[in-house]
């Protein structure tokens, strides 16, 4: 038996934003190297705090109900190892890793860089206040403008 090369080069992006009660995906792209077919493999995503280190699963009890995953075929063949968590929450914010292992004589895995998931306020909510400071600003700029002509009639 001779030696075979295989690789794997995983692929995520390095920071991704999403609003309160959204759905977002998280992607985790790879290629493989292989002089033979890949076609036995798995993937695993974690997610690490400065706390601990939490495997991104169904049987996890905060994200029952909140997670979907590539299927097998996704997978194989489209080389996604993406996740959707939906309903995401502030306490989903951190640091998400990919870890893809292939069966190919011998066992092979890689974990990727990471992907930080940036959760912030809910998007009606924060839309509806942009509105109110550009509503703020503008009565500043009227008043100020108000005020100058005003100066410029009784003070000279």
């Not at 968590?85 to 990727?112: A, K, N, P, T």
């Amino acid at each position: 038996p001779g030696f075979l090369s295989q690789t794997i080069h995983i692929s995520q992006i390095p920071v991704i934003f999403a609003a309160k009660g959204s759905s977002v995906t998280i992607p985790c792209d790879y290629n493989i190297s292989s002089e033979q077919e890949a076609t036995i493999g798995s993937y695993k995503w974690y997610k690490h705090s400065k706390h601990y280190k939490m495997e991104i699963s169904s049987s996890n009890s905060e994200l029952t109900g909140r997670i979907s995953r590539a299927d097998t075929d996704q997978f194989i063949n489209e080389r996604s190892a993406a996740i959707v968590l939906h309903r995401v929450r502030s306490l989903d914010s951190g640091m998400y890793y990919c870890e893809v292992s292939f069966q190919i004589g011998s066992d092979i895995s890689l974990r990727g860089d990471g992907t930080f998931l940036n959760v912030t306020g809910d998007s009606k909510k924060s839309h509806m206040i942009c509105i109110l400071l550009k509503a703020v600003g503008l009565v500043v700029i009227l008043l100020t403008a108000l005020f100058g002509y005003l100066y410029t009639k009784i003070c000279e």
